[in-house]
């Protein structure tokens, strides 16, 4: 029992670092600018597609299309805001909940006319298949390298916050936003930055978890309840939140999933709902 | 000059008050699912009707077949049974086909038997469908017959011992039943079993829970989508080794697009479904093509209940010289029989449930493709729920 | 505001409570279908409902500024209330109404008593979390609720024991339109009352209102009952003209339609719900004909033209361009 309960958790630890890049962006974006962005995930879908769309067509190699899979939602949600997003940043909760769900119709859509309604897949190169034995227990290659690639995702973000000027200005408008622009911080371009960075976070994640999860045309609504949990339970505006969010919320589903399969999608909502009783800002929200 | 337009205009009151023999359009309400998940199921399953419309032609015992298309948009009793209503009672359809799912499936059985319409099940495949209305029949499957079967079969052949997993809903549950309660009658012992929810992304849990008890065999039962590549990658990364452990599916596990997706993973599932795309019969050789054509894709068992479906009403309108009383319809349909590209099937003439063979198939690779292989069949499977087999 | 109703609450409630013209043309108009389109009642009839469930969450979301993506459980839990009742014998349409929409009000009351605690992201996620929870019940449930393939076995007896629920939909229109009627009625008296003033004073700045002695929990839970238990009429008048209950009733995918809806006509605005209702069930009837996989890019593109060209919804455009027309929110 111990040790399958190991390879559980793995499971449910590969299974929370993806959830934690698919979360990530919408933690801090939410936190700076109190902005409800539900079309976050199409973002990821889109990486996903571009993902899908180079390795199958035109045959490239699985990590070389990481980079463009981060590279288009960035680019497109550079687009977006400026010309969508802007508008509403004073607005109700409820508009940006209709603007943006609106957005994730459109995606929807988009995917279905564009890719038609299949089930996608990509093809990993050899070295990202099969198992490797440790400590007696046999885990995914693949899975491996997702848990490798979201550490380095999540120490590289926080050691930007943590020591870049460009991470201490995000902190700062996160923290008390007048205060910033008071002090000279040009908020609205280092949200605009921090979006791009978001949402490319997000299409990286959307690529890496095609293997795991799958791809199809409805992945922005599907997953979208998740990762609205993810940020709620973490609280808004913290990367420390939402990474142990996700792993209490990956775990936790993958355990519950091994020991008390009846109450199978039950467990995740339950956490939820009594975590955010307790806490209503989240586990690590401030304000 | 007044004479002659006097006399013009009673010759076409004459003409108009004999009108040619009449040719109405036999008019057919397709409910199906073009949007939202199962869009592709309902996608392929029209495209198996219209590859045989086009095969065929649209004018069957005189009169021209016209469809009227309508989208449930997924699992809504209400919608489907309001989408029935609304054919019923505004377009004025003579009979009612199509039924991707079971529950509209249901629903819209109340209004076949309300309004007295012939109702042509294509693809819902739950047993208890066909008893919910008098006017109906099925073209494609059901649970029970094709899981059924294969309980009984693989206890039969060697088999002792099974750990059953399925999805916790509907289709799911008639799988679940039909094949503990056949593989128990046929001597098997079944030593555990899970549900997962719908939509599961991850099944390595489950996997575990099964593989922690050591079984000679695993069935499954997953909807097609996003389920059978997240399932085959679960069994690659716990290390359940399809040589050694048998695991058992329905042909939606191993569909081409599943197949596709899952990869070397799917190489040794057993599974036992009533249509495959790659079967070498003739007729079928020529649906695929025909297809293939039309389409630009391969068919699958949602195509080939469509295709059967219309043959069954094309047959029928000939019977009955075109018309569409239900009742004569259903009588002219009960013990009909033909050659399907699916191989010999035919309407029971009490049930009026779909009767086919049953091919045992396992996934190998042929010529660089994973393809299923049959390898064994039952002949003329009835339903066994509602023929007391 | 007037200087006038500024001194005096009384008589400004009392102005804004009569009734104009265009809404007596409005209710006059909803009896039309009956005369004009009789192969389009049932249709009619789900609009009439999803007009009431839309008219419950207008309490809530556009008077009392609570955002709920779970009001769909108060709606399912009627419904399948309702379906149960005539399933086991009981197929008295009226009483079988009263009886499932108490129990969602019961239920309303419960559960607000937790929601009304909350705002903002945790108040959404909350409302998220308790519908998708009773949704996962009630699948699991399926020996009582018919899981996935729904509720069978639902036979309703004539309404008023002389009028059948027939084919053509004429006696679930009736039944459905008078419903909807009443419950207006009722939304109406309770709007342009001193509790709905406070209501709204609550959604604008919630924290000022202890200071003019308002219990602001108490009341948002008691608009919270009122609107569950409507929300609960629309379930069972969904559940008894149809003769179905399914799963679906309770699911997220419902909560989100009537959002859409809501916001559609302009929330805050009584009629709002009433008119998005019916633009968004003929043109998803329409487009469902026409082009049904790109229902969601239309819905999509409409939903952010309305939001920033139209924010309070077309009602409130059309208040923008009518002056006449104009009723504070």
Redesign the interface.
């Known amino acids: 029992m111990i040790a399958s309960a190991f390879g559980v958790l793995f499971d449910g630890l590969a299974y929370g670092m993806l959830l934690f890049l698919l979360s990530v962006g919408l933690s801090v974006t939410l936190g700076m600018m109190n902005f409800i962005n539900l079309a976050h995930l199409s973002f990821a879908m889109l990486g996903g597609y571009t993902a899908v769309a180079l390795t199958n067509n035109l045959g490239w190699s699985f990590l070389l299309t990481l980079p463009a899979a981060f590279l288009a939602p960035a680019l497109l949600s550079v687009v977006l805001e400026r010309v969508l997003y802007r508008r509403l940043y004073g607005a109700s909760e409820l508009d940006q909940c209709l603007l943006t769900i609106g957005i994730v119709f459109v995606s929807i859509a988009a995917a279905a006319y564009l890719f038609g309604t299949v089930q996608q897949a990509v093809k990993l190169p050899p070295y990202l298949r099969g198992n490797i034995a440790i400590m007696h227990q046999s885990v995914g290659v693949y899975r491996l390298f997702l848990i490798g690639m979201a550490l380095m995702v999540a120490i590289a973000v926080l050691a930007a916050l943590e020591h870049t000027k460009f991470g201490a200005k995000v902190r700062a408008a996160v923290d008390n936003q007048r205060m910033a622009r008071g002090l000279g911080i040009d908020v609205d371009r280092v949200f605009a930055v921090a979006f791009a960075l978001g949402s490319g976070l997000a299409g990286l994640g959307g690529a890496l978890a095609i293997e795991i999860v799958g791809l199809d045309h409805a992945f922005a609504l599907t997953y979208l309840v998740y990762v609205l949990i993810v940020v709620a339970v973490g609280g808004l505006g913290t990367i420390g939140g939402s990474l142990a969010a996700a792993l209490l919320l990956g775990v936790s589903d993958m355990a519950g999933k091994y020991y008390v399969p009846q109450l199978g999608a039950f467990f995740i909502y339950l956490v939820m709902v009594a975590l955010l009783m307790w806490r209503p800002l989240g586990l690590f929200g401030r304000r | 000059m007044q004479h002659a337009r006097f006399a013009l205009a009673c010759l076409a009151a004459l003409a108009g008050a004999f009108p040619a023999r009449a040719q109405e359009p036999v008019k057919i309400g397709l409910i199906n699912v073009l949007s939202g998940q199962f869009a592709d199921a309902g996608i392929q399953l029209d495209n198996g009707i219209k590859t045989y419309v086009q095969q065929h032609g649209d004018v069957v015992a005189g009169r021209k077949v016209e469809f009227i298309r309508r989208d449930v948009g997924g699992v809504a009793l209400d919608v489907a049974k309001r989408l029935a209503q609304e054919l019923v009672v505004r377009d004025n359809i003579d009979l009612l086909a199509g039924f991707l799912l079971t529950p509209n499936a249901l629903a819209a059985a109340d209004i076949s038997t309300q309004s007295q319409r012939f109702m042509v099940v294509m693809n819902a495949a739950t047993s208890i469908i066909i008893t919910k209305s008098p006017y109906m029949i099925r073209t494609s499957v059901t649970l029970p017959q094709a899981m059924g079967t294969f309980g009984t079969w693989a206890a039969t052949h060697g088999i002792k011992k099974c750990y059953t997993m399925v999805t916790d809903y509907g289709p799911g549950h008639d799988s679940e039943a039909a094949f503990q309660r056949a593989f128990k009658a046929a001597g098997g012992e079944i030593i555990g079993s899970v549900r997962f929810p719908v939509a599961n992304p991850d099944f390595s849990a489950f996997v575990q829970r099964a593989k922690d008890l050591d079984p000679e065999c695993i069935f499954i039962f997953i909807p097609g989508g996003a389920q059978p590549a997240a399932l085959g990658k679960a069994f690659a990364a716990r290390g359940v080794d399809l040589n050694k452990t048998k695991v058992l599916g329905s042909g939606e596990t191993t569909s081409e697009q599943a197949l596709k997706a899952m990869g070397d993973a799917a190489l040794g599932l057993i599974t036992a479904w009533h249509y495959d795309y790659k079967s070498v019969a003739p007729l079928n050789v020529e649906f695929v093509k025909a297809f293939n054509q039309m389409h630009g894709r391969n068919p699958d068992f949602f195509s080939v209940g469509g295709y059967d479906g219309v043959h069954a009403i094309y047959e029928v309108l000939k019977k009955t010289g075109g018309g569409t009383d239900a009742d004569a319809m259903v009588a002219a349909a009960k013990g009909m029989h033909w050659d399907s590209p699916r191989g010999p099937m035919s309407i029971d003439a009490q049930t009026r449930d779909v009767v086919q063979n049953i091919y045992i198939r396992r996934v190998e690779k042929v010529g660089g493709e994973l393809v299923n292989v049959p390898f064994d069949k039952i002949d003329n499977v009835k339903d066994p729920t509602n023929s007391g087999g | 505001m007037s200087a006038a109703a500024v001194g005096e609450p009384q008589r400004y409630l009392e102005d804004q409570i009569k009734w104009r013209r265009v809404e007596l043309a409005f209710w006059a108009a909803t009896l039309l279908p009956l005369l004009l389109t009789p192969?389009?009642l049932?249709?009619a009839s789900?609009i009439a409902i999803t007009a009431l469930f839309a008219l419950s969450l207008d309490l809530i979301?556009g008077y009392a500024g609570m955002?709920s993506l779970g009001h769909a459980a108060y709606f399912g839990f009627s419904s399948y209330t309702a379906g149960l009742a005539a399933r086991w014998g009981w197929g008295e349409p009226i009483s079988g109404l009263i009886m499932a929409a108490a129990a969602a009000g019961l239920l309303g009351y419960v559960t607000g008593i937790?929601v009304a605690r909350?705002q903002?992201?945790?108040l959404?996620?909350?409302t998220?979390?308790?519908g998708?929870?009773l949704a996962?019940?009630a699948?699991?449930a399926?020996w009582l609720t018919g899981?996935?393939?729904?509720l069978?076995g639902v036979r309703m007896w004539r309404l008023f024991g002389v009028f059948l629920f027939d084919?053509?939909?004429y006696t679930a229109y009736c039944y459905a339109l008078a419903v909807l009627l009443l419950a207006f009625l009722v939304a109406r008296r309770i709007t342009y009352s001193p509790f709905g003033l406070a209501l709204r004073g609550i959604r604008e700045r919630a924290i000022r209102m202890p200071a003019i002695g308002a219990n602001t929990t108490a009341y948002l839970r008691k608009i919270y009952t009122i609107a569950a238990t409507m929300a609960g009429a629309a379930g069972a008048l969904?559940a008894q003209t149809?003769?179905?209950?399914?799963?679906?009733t309770l699911s997220?995918q419902r909560s989100?339609d009537v959002?859409?809806v809501l916001?559609l006509g302009g929330?805050g605005r009584l009629y709002g719900g009433l008119v998005g209702a019916i633009i968004y069930m003929i043109a998803r009837d329409q487009f469902?004909?026409l082009n049904?996989?790109?229902?969601?890019?239309w819905?999509?593109?409409?939903?952010?033209v309305?939001?920033?060209f139209l924010?309070n919804g077309i009602l409130g455009g059309l208040a923008r361009l009518l002056p006449a027309a104009r009723r504070s929110a």
């Open positions: 192969s389009y049932v249709l789900q979301l955002v937790v909350f903002h992201l945790a959404i996620m909350i998220l979390g308790l998708l929870l996962e019940a699948n699991s399926s899981g996935a393939d729904g069978q084919l053509y939909g969904l149809t003769e179905t209950v399914s799963l679906e997220f989100a959002l859409v916001i929330a469902s004909g049904p996989q790109y229902w969601y890019f819905i999509g593109m409409l939903l952010i309305v939001v920033v924010p």
